[in-house]
């Protein structure tokens, strides 16, 4: 597993913990993290072969626990923490993202208030007329959403 791969989960994670309101230190952690192994150079499989753990733990914003996470993620392609928040929100609400105009903030709207957790549910919610109840969206905001959803839809 790339080490961008590898962030890419822990920023998946953070946002799926931001979804779910968690602690937002946690949180921070592990976007710190996410960008620590982005900026890495060296394989983190690679430093975990050398030196384990340990090795891991010299990155700067890398700890123990997130270290141990790393090894998991390396060993099985996944980790605890990570299958645990996936089975509250599931993942495909991180899809939403993907749509220009919806930001995490509006996602987390999106998500709480209306329940929507896919881009099929989220594009019945907009033909609905949805996007006129979602507080702090603007006339060209939702238009801008409507115009990408509809792109993305059709490149399906």
Same mark, same amino acid.
Not at 89 to 99: A, F, G, M, N, Y
Not at 132 to 139: A, Y
């Given at each position: 597993?790339? &080490?961008? @791969?590898? !962030?890419?989960? /822990? ?9 779910? @309101?968690? &602690?937002? /230190?946690?949180?921070? !952690?592990?976007? %710190?993290? !996410?960008e620590t192994i982005e900026d890495t %150079?060296?394989? $983190? ?11 891991? +733990? ?5 700890? =123990? !626990? ?10 099985t392609g996944t980790f605890n923490a990570?299958? =645990? ?5 599931? =993942? ?7 749509? *220009?105009?919806?930001?995490?903030? #509006? $996602? ?8 929507? %957790?896919n881009l099929d549910d989220f594009a019945? /919610?907009? *033909? ?7 507080? +702090?969206?603007? =006339?060209? #905001? ?11 839809? &059709?490149?399906?």
């Open positions: 597993m790339e &080490n961008q @791969e590898i !962030a890419a989960v /822990f920023h998946r994670l953070a946002d799926l913990m931001e979804l779910g @309101e968690d &602690n937002p /230190f946690k949180i921070r !952690a592990y976007r %710190t993290a !996410a %150079t060296t394989p $983190l499989a690679e430093m975990v072969s050398e030196g384990g753990v340990a090795r891991l +733990r010299e990155l700067p914003g890398v700890g =123990e !626990a997130i270290s141990k996470k790393i090894v998991e993620l390396l060993d990570y299958e =645990e928040i996936k089975a509250k929100i599931p =993942e495909t609400t991180l899809d939403l993202l993907k749509v *220009e105009g919806v930001g995490l903030k #509006t $996602l987390q709207l999106l998500y709480q208030r209306f329940h929507i %957790t019945k /919610f907009v *033909e609905g007329g949805g996007l006129s109840s979602v507080p +702090r969206l603007g =006339e060209k #905001t939702q238009d801008r959403i409507r115009s990408s959803l509809k792109d993305l839809l &059709n490149q399906r």
